[in-house]
């Protein structure tokens, strides 16, 4: 409403449709932290490690692919070929070596076109320019391959241009016009008297005097000047009789007066004048300049994007070769094949191997239950095949020794647990908000995420709601799922609907601990290692001691009553709960003897003071 006006930076408009690229909604793309890690930093996520261009321009555009893939078949295998091409000829030093100096030249026209830019983007677009010969040259031993045939077409030399911003830009302009020293010399013939009108203002006083001092007879003579009374003719008073009859007096002093004459007035008007009209007619030349430029800003903008697609080709080739990322097969057929694939991000931060992991999502194996301890590597396992997915519907090469990507038209997850105080949302809210959205949305084109569903209520309702989901998304979507629960419940899934398989993430259990194997089995895990992963987080022995008494007693409550393992049938197990619940918690809870004698075992007495003995000893008395 402030600033209306054209708009000359904008040559076109492009209508983004739904079925043109993979979309990710906001809270996958912060579970899978493509840009951003979950604490909001842009350390540490997939963008952080794939960037490596050379230009400003060029991270917008990856970070743009990355949030938004495509689904064109021909334009990712386009940039497939692309990078096959760079690696083959060996140019990925060379290129993003001139790539370097080129600057943000996007933002450059657009504040060109808004004549908002300042003298250093000039000459930061004039380097560009410089440089686009070599770039030139440098893509010429790769014409064979068509993209970049068609970027260097676009990467047009334009050698008008640059001759006129070398013409008319200074080599280190200042900063702001109203400074001068932007317009080159030379450039415009009325700037350059106007800054020799200044320039030689001394030489001309020297003359002047001289002149003076021969006219008048007068050897003590002298110019002077002050900001008050600008130029004068200094005579001392002994000689004042002696000036010629064109003085005009200007100031009287103690020892001396002060004069000026027409010629030294004209030349004042001219010289104080002088620098304030420079400056004008510098602004002038500049805005004109602008102006000329903007003709030229489609052309400009064309060179650009053809720049910033050539950095993100680059890098993605870069990037290949230093993480040894390998070429995927994508196929208009949907599905998802990955053989020893791997998290970048986890395999960059981590300082131990990372173990790959294969994963096979067809039409015949839609959905995967994955079971497993905590920090067995569930999620990272679920999250490193939305990534891979992602980075071959770019056209970049994949952590992967193998993969074939089929067509994917949206990812889902429901990964984590976070309230939203704000929104007044508590974490089961947040959770079952992201599943809805999920059940909405989904399709059999789909890839869905489901990390622990059901785990912020009672056991039975998010059993139930596990249950649930799952099934739905198996049965009556048939999106392609990995599903990571801790109800073993769900491992039953497989007996009852088809295209459902059983995998877990292996560990193994000794006296000292539990070892976290990060390997995806098949088949579903034989238990979840709680109590083993509470004591690596530093629980205290006497917790864990307590906590392992009172599983067994649970597991052998549960063997006693006879109760049966929950029926694959969704109203089965609601039947079953309802009839026979399986675990009776009340007969199973401690007595207080048992508590007593549990603190008994716990106490070293040789450890205790006086004072902590008698503690003990009323704290044993309550429990009586």
Known sequence: DTQCGSLPHIQSLIVEKREDSLIIDAATRRNLEITDSLSGQPKNTLAGIMDQTATAMGGRLLRRWLNRPVRDLKIVKLRQNAIASLLTAQLLESIHKELCGIGDIERILTRIALQTARPRDLTTLREALSRLP???????????????????????????????????????????????????????????????????????????????????????????????????????KIHSERVPVDYQRRQTLKAVER????????????????????????????????????????????????????????????????????????????????????????????????????????????????????????????????????LAWCGSYVPASAASIGSIDRIFSRIGAADDLAGGRSTFMVEMEETANILHNASKHSLVLMDEIGRGTSTFDGLSLAWATAVELAVKIKAFTLFATHYFELTKLPMEYSGVANVHMSAAEHEDGIVFLHNVCNGPANQSYGIQVAALAGVPKTVLERARKYLKRLEQANVTSGSTPVSTSQLALFDQITSSPVLPIAASLPSKNDMVLDKLRSIDPDTLSPRQALAILYDLKQLL
């Not at 208009?332 to 790959?356: K, M, N, T, W, Y």
């Not at 992991?357 to 067995?376: A, S």
């Open 134 to 236: 070599a770039l030139q040259q440098l893509l010429a031993t790769a014409l064979q391959d068509t993209l970049l045939t068609k970027l260097a077409t676009e990467i047009s030399t334009h050698p008008q241009i640059y001759e006129l911003l070398h013409k008319a830009i200074v080599e280190q302009p200042a900063l702001l016009v109203r400074d001068g020293r932007v317009i080159a010399p030379g450039y415009d013939t009325e700037l350059d008297e106007l800054r020799n009108l200044a320039t030689n203002a001394d030489d001309f006083l020297l003359e002047l005097e001289a002149k003076e001092r021969a006219r008048s007879g007068i050897n003590n003579l002298k110019v002077g000047y002050n900001r008050i009374h600008g130029y004068y003719l200094e005579v001392s």
């Open 259 to 390: 004069y000026v004459t027409p010629e030294l007035k004209r030349f004042e008007d001219q010289v104080l004048s002088a620098k304030e009209r420079a400056l004008a007619r510098e602004h002038f030349l500049y805005s004109e300049l602008l102006i000329k430029l903007t003709g030229s800003l489609a052309l400009l903008q064309c060179c650009a994007n053809a720049l910033s697609e050539l950095d993100v080709i680059n890098n993605l080739a870069e990037r290949a070769v230093s993480l040894n990322l390998n070429c995927p097969e994508l196929t208009a057929d949907p599905g998802v094949s990955i053989q020893q694939g791997r998290h970048l991000v986890v395999e960059r931060v981590q300082s131990s191997p990372f173990i790959a992991n294969d994963v096979e999502l067809n039409q015949q194996q839609r959905m995967l239950i994955i079971t497993g301890p905590n920090m067995g590597g569930k999620s990272t396992f679920m999250r490193q095949i939305a990534l891979i997915t992602i």
